[in-house]
């Protein structure tokens, strides 16, 4: 390793391993060269780049390959689709063994052998990539035209109602003389409530009408955030009254915006313009927002991860970062691709077998990656899996809140 940054080194060291896998790889392969009218300046048998002689496909002095490349452009082409993906037979080596015998590939790499496998952080670009991919196609998200959606059964929901009237009514004599008057009164109020919504109920909401309706619920959701989050734009707002900023009704749920009194007006006034947009596009914009930068949070999950893994190993000699940074690659990578793999399944055993399946084979495979990896005993293997998961749980969710709050911010812009 060299004094640099250790996980820009891990990164380099694989990349610059891949290209050298690649080299022998694609000079291995036999192929019809052309004649050009570029010719090596060096002899025969000697590297092009340094003038080594040559004892293989690859210089072993600097690393060249010695392919001329004086070949048709589809060769060329199909020589890139190779190094991405490895069609060659590395992929399709270190996918078996890496979903389905926990830590072989992870060992097989720290011990040495690497040839045959995909380094790692190309694995995880693939695995990532991938998943991204797959996940926008099928998730478009956000919130669709509404405005063909039935109401649900306002005749049924009176009546239900009614029937919880008369029940309270039933049990008014047993509460102390005191208050019976006053549920008395309540509950005639909510008759007269209840008989006047039932003569409203036979008239049907219209298309326009349900739009409508709609669309002041949002502008009264917006300006309810906007006087939580800018006080100072509502200076005739009273404390303390209904119409209080710091407090904002959300279906019931009374939300306090107190404390993000003392942030910058800026930075509010772009939460506010983000929620604004967030309201309009009825979630659409947070949803893309979201989906634009969660790779990257995940990626900044990898060092992290990794330092667990190195803060619970901190006693054990011959470790070091870099191999909890592979370890890290590797399990995340898998994480990936069995999500892919689940998602397949699900259409045939269900959405809730296969967030079982998940949580079960990837505390499955954290075990097993301390038992080959870590040579860890069952017990604190065992113990140790639920340690990572109970700490990783917690990242993730600060994570998440992170995600929401650039989705919000980068919305407003």
């Known amino acids: 390793m060299s004094g640099g940054d250790t996980i820009t080194d891990a990164v380099i060291g694989g990349a610059a391993e891949d290209a050298v896998g690649d080299a022998v790889g694609a000079s291995k392969r036999k192929k019809k060269q052309h004649f050009s009218m570029f010719q090596s300046p060096t002899a025969a048998g000697e590297c092009s ?58 060992k097989s790499y720290l011990t040495g052998q690497r040839a045959r496998y995909v380094m790692p952080f190309r694995l995880y670009l ?10 926008s196609l099928v998730n478009s998200g956000g919130g669709g035209d509404t405005t063909d959606v039935e109401p ?14 008369e029940a309270a009514r039933a049990n008014v004599q047993f509460l102390p003389p005191e208050v ?36 002041q619920g949002r502008e009264e959701s917006k300006l309810a955030i906007r006087r939580a989050l800018l006080p100072e734009d509502f200076p005739d707002v009273e404390p303390g009254t209904e119409d209080d900023p710091q407090l904002v009704d959300a279906g019931g749920m009374t939300l306090s915006f107190g404390d ?37 949070l995940i990626f900044f999950l990898l060092p992290i991860y990794a330092l667990f893994l190195a803060g619970t190993h901190f006693y054990k000699k011959g470790l070091f970062f870099y191999d909890h940074l592979v370890v890290s690659l590797h399990f995340h990578a898998f994480l990936f691709f069995q999500f892919l793999l689940l998602g397949v399944i699900s259409l045939a055993i269900g959405p809730g077998w296969a967030i079982l399946a998940f949580f079960l084979w990837s505390n499955y495979y954290l075990y097993r990656i301390h038992r080959s990896v870590y040579e860890h005993g069952r017990i604190s293997s065992a113990m140790r899996t639920v340690f990572l998961d109970f700490i990783y749980m917690i990242v993730l969710s600060f994570g998440f809140m992170i995600l929401f709050f650039v989705g919000v911010f980068n919305a407003g812009s």
């Open 49 to 106: 780049n340094c003038g080594t002689k040559l004892s293989g496909p690859v210089c072993h002095s600097c690393g060249q390959t010695s392919d001329t490349f004086h070949r048709p452009i589809w060769d060329l082409f199909m020589d890139v689709v190779d190094g991405l993906l490895g069609l060659e037979g590395r992929l399709w080596r270190t996918l078996p063994a890496l979903m389905f015998r926990p830590g072989a590939v992870t």
């Open 126 to 135: 693939t695995a990532s990539v991938l998943f991204f991919l797959a996940f």
């Open 152 to 165: 649900p059964d306002a005749a049924a929901a009176i009546e239900g109602q009614q029937a919880g009237l």
């Open 180 to 215: 019976r008057d006053e549920v008395i009164a309540g509950l005639n109020e909510a008759d007269a409530d209840l008989l006047e919504a039932a003569e409203n109920a036979d008239e049907p909401l219209t298309p326009e009408m349900r739009e409508l309706r709609a669309a």
């Open 260 to 296: 993000v009194s003392g942030a910058p007006y800026w930075l509010r006034a772009r939460l506010a313009n983000g929620a604004d947009r967030i309201i309009d596009t009825q979630g659409q914009a947070l949803w893309t927002e979201m989906k634009t930068w969660a790779p990257r």
